[in-house]
Antibody, heavy 122, light 111 residues
Framework: QITLRESGPTLVKPTQTLTLTCTFS??????????VGWIRQPPGKALEWLAL???????RYSPSLRSRLTITKDTSKNQVVLTMTNMGPLDTATYYC??????????????WGQGALVTVSS | QSVLTQPPSVSGAPGQRVTISCTGS?????????VHWYQQLPGTAPKLIIY???NRPSGVPDRFSGSKSGPSASLAISGLQADDEADYYC???????????FGTGTKVTVL
């Protein structure tokens, strides 16, 4: 059974850096075609893809947020860490991590973690 | 921010069939990239219900079906049930952005 769980602060102040950790089990980030992605969802709004790291350490970022995001993996701990700098009120959202599947030219996310609500407020 | 457009809402009576469209462009769905669909029940994380246009993961009822044609894709739900009330999102890949992209989301209401 594959599970993922997000952890990190629930409240950050404007201009601070957010660090979120995704701890997973049931799969290995050493397996070809496997990755872990981060997706967020502001309250009442749509899903927004943020970043993805693959088994070979290939990293992809949302073009609109690239300058603020860093994704890393620790294969020995089965963890993926996302950092987002210069947080602002519009970054208030539920942040999800999910297993990313890369099959031929196709990429999708399954399963997802339960999500972590992050509020940006002073 | 979403580059894939979905209708904000669709509704139907129990037992009816509803469809949700997902319209992209020549840099994503129209370029041949596959479409995937997620169901998000109230207060829960999204769940994959269709992958690679028309494939259902194990455990997803065959009432859910997907298709793709040109720059658009569709999700159909037949035999609508009360527990199908949820938000549904399409997702694809955009070659110009080199990024995964999600749709604007559709709320399905069972009348």
């Amino acid at each position: 059974q594959i599970t993922l769980r997000e952890s990190g602060p629930t409240l950050v102040k404007p201009t601070q850096t957010l660090t979120l950790t995704c701890t997973f089990s049931g799969f290995s980030l050493n397996t070809r075609g496997v990755g872990v992605g981060w997706i967020r969802q502001p309250p009442g709004k749509a899903l927004e893809w943020l970043a993805l790291i693959y088994w070979d350490d290939d990293k992809r970022y949302s073009p609109s947020l690239r300058s603020r995001l860093t994704i890393t993996k620790d294969t020995s701990k089965n963890q993926v860490v996302l950092t987002m700098t210069n947080m602002g009120p519009l970054d208030t959202a539920t942040y999800y991590c999910a297993q990313g599947i890369h099959h031929t030219a196709s990429r999708w996310f399954d399963p997802w973690g339960q999500g972590a609500l992050v509020t940006v407020s002073s | 921010q979403s580059v894939l457009t979905q209708p904000p809402s669709v509704s139907g009576a129990p037992g009816q069939r509803v469809t949700i469209s997902c319209t992209g462009s020549s840099s994503n769905i129209g370029a041949g990239y596959d479409v995937h669909w997620y169901q998000q029940l109230p207060g829960t994380a999204p769940k994959l219900i269709i992958y690679i246009n028309s494939n259902r993961p194990s455990g997803v009822p065959d009432r859910f079906s997907g298709s793709k044609s040109g720059p658009s894709a569709s999700l159909a739900i037949s035999g609508l049930q009360a527990d199908d009330e949820a938000d549904y999102y399409c997702q694809s890949y955009d070659g110009s952005l080199s990024a995964s992209v999600f749709g604007t989301g559709t709320k399905v209401t069972v009348l």
